[in-house]
């Protein structure tokens, strides 16, 4: 069974750019989300999907976005770039969002903002 | 507010026992759990313990919870060097349906 796939590995990028960052879950999983990992504030909560309809989102501003198809692949978007965007973003799938089931991390895509 | 703390840094030798140490906000939260990051790799599950228990023993790993001061700890037995990693606290928020992590610790084991 493929594991949670995130593309592309590595992004480099400028101030102002925008960026979309892509993952497939494992299959058969319909809850994906999104983290935030820098090295001064940890794992960072973005937003979780579920069957293709935003069910939680952090305390982020609206230049982050996402979306799932129906596939459950989903896709993260930052607009209007920023330096202390740069981080390591990573996705995580679930068959749901309960306590006992385990979340799935892909490698994560490094994001870095010039 | 939604804080899950834990410290940043641990050094252990090589065979002695690594205890890392967390506490987290929610005292409703039903699920709590210990991820593990290798370098330039996503998290991983290690464990996970319910609400309702005081300790869960794997193998090498023994988690602790104490829900009175909201206490959350993973003991490593016989610590060694494929166990260098960071390890992440997280609290099932069941309010919000959502994981909350801690900032990670870092395991450096010493030869």
């Known amino acids: 069974k493929a594991g949670v796939t995130q593309t592309p590995r590595y992004l480099i990028k400028t101030r102002g750019q925008q960026v979309t960052l892509s993952c497939s879950p494992i299959s058969g999983h319909r809850s994906v989300s999104w983290y935030q990992q820098t090295p001064g504030q940890g794992l960072q909560f973005l937003f979780e999907?579920?069957?293709?309809?935003?069910?939680n989102k952090g305390n982020f501003p609206g230049r982050f976005s996402g979306r799932q198809f129906s596939n459950s692949r989903s896709e993260m978007n930052v607009s209007t770039l920023e330096l202390g965007d740069s981080a390591l973003y990573l996705c995580a799938s679930s068959r749901d969002t309960r306590g006992d089931e385990k979340l799935f991390f892909g490698s994560g895509t490094q994001l870095s903002v010039l | 507010g939604e804080d899950v703390e834990q410290s940043l840094f641990l050094s252990v030798r090589e065979g002695d026992s690594s205890v890392i140490n967390c506490t987290y906000t929610d005292s409703s939260s039903t699920y709590l759990y210990w991820y593990k990051q290798e370098p330039g790799a996503g998290l991983q599950l290690l464990t996970y313990?319910?609400?309702?228990?005081d300790m869960k023993q794997d193998q090498r790993l023994t988690v602790l919870l104490n829900k009175k001061d909201k206490h959350l700890s993973l003991r490593i037995a016989d610590t060694q060097t494929g166990d260098s990693a960071i390890y992440f606290c997280a609290e099932f928020m069941n309010r919000d349906d959502k994981i909350i992590f801690g900032k990670g610790t870092r395991l450096h084991i010493l030869p």
């Open positions: 313990i319910f609400s309702n228990m």
């Open positions: 999907y579920f069957s293709e309809t935003q069910r």
